[in-house]
């Protein structure tokens, strides 16, 4: 088994037959950004053509499980019940979840309640499958959601895993700190400290012998934007 997977998003304009194909030759686990081209929703039987493990990056591009507004908040719970079940479906190990936005300053209040309640509403529907729920930690925009560890607790009070974006801490200023509370699973990636590039492991400022000294058993997956990177990235970490 090899130590490190990769994420789709790498390839994200490719269809998701030929990104697997692709990212087969270089690992054995797969995280499925299930967005575009690569939905679960619509591509599902692609993954049963690999011989891959995968975890799966609950759809991104819509819904915000943080919205003060109702219909939206649970709308967004239900499309992570029906990414789930896919992802029983194709035996994924973990399911990615973003822990939501606010956009609006004056619904902060409202926004961290609903998030709270998506939270509890998760952790109990994690009950129904196989596939582990992991929330991950976002970026340095001001709307972002669980950016500081201070969420941590309610989380795991929930019975929720915790996904440890690493790029997404480096420019959070957070990093150390994450990785004291023991993720269970690690997103791979780089950035100089001020915008979230998603580059190649090494090319930036990203403590990656702090991460993999930490890591124990939790399961990592490189995730860049660019295919070529992902080769870079595997070989940097690889020899640390």
């Not at 990212?23 to 690999?50: G, I, M, N, P, T």
């Not at 992802?87 to 956009?103: K, S």
């Not at 196989?130 to 560890?149: K, M």
């Amino acid at each position: 088994m090899r130590r490190f997977g990769v994420s789709t998003n790498c390839g994200m304009g490719f269809p998701l037959p030929d990104v697997l194909m692709r990212l087969s030759e270089v690992c054995d686990l797969v995280e499925v950004q299930c967005d575009a081209k690569h939905s679960l929703f619509l591509y599902e039987d692609v993954c049963r053509d690999f011989d891959l493990r995968y975890t799966i990056h609950a759809p991104t591009g819509d819904g915000n499980i943080a919205s003060a507004f109702e219909p939206m908040r649970r709308a967004s719970v239900e499309v992570i019940r029906e990414t789930a079940e896919a992802g029983d479906r194709i035996g994924a190990e973990t399911l990615v979840i973003h822990p939501g936005f606010c956009l609006h300053p004056e619904e902060w209040d409202a926004s961290t309640a609903a998030m709270l309640r998506s939270f509890a509403e998760l952790g109990e529907m994690q009950e129904e499958f196989s596939i582990r729920f992991a929330v991950e930690n976002l970026g340095s925009w001001d709307c972002c959601r669980f950016q500081t560890p201070e969420l941590l607790e309610r989380i795991r009070d929930c019975g929720l895993s915790f996904v440890l974006d690493v790029g997404h801490a480096n420019l959070t200023g957070t990093l150390a700190e994450f990785l004291a509370a023991k993720p269970e699973h690690l997103h791979l990636h780089d950035n100089c400290g001020e915008v979230d590039e998603h580059a190649a492991c090494g090319s930036g400022t990203v403590d990656f012998s702090q991460v993999l000294a930490a890591a124990g058993s939790a399961t990592m997956v490189v995730e860049v934007l660019r295919f070529e990177d992902v080769g870079r990235s595997l070989s940097f970490l690889e020899e640390l």
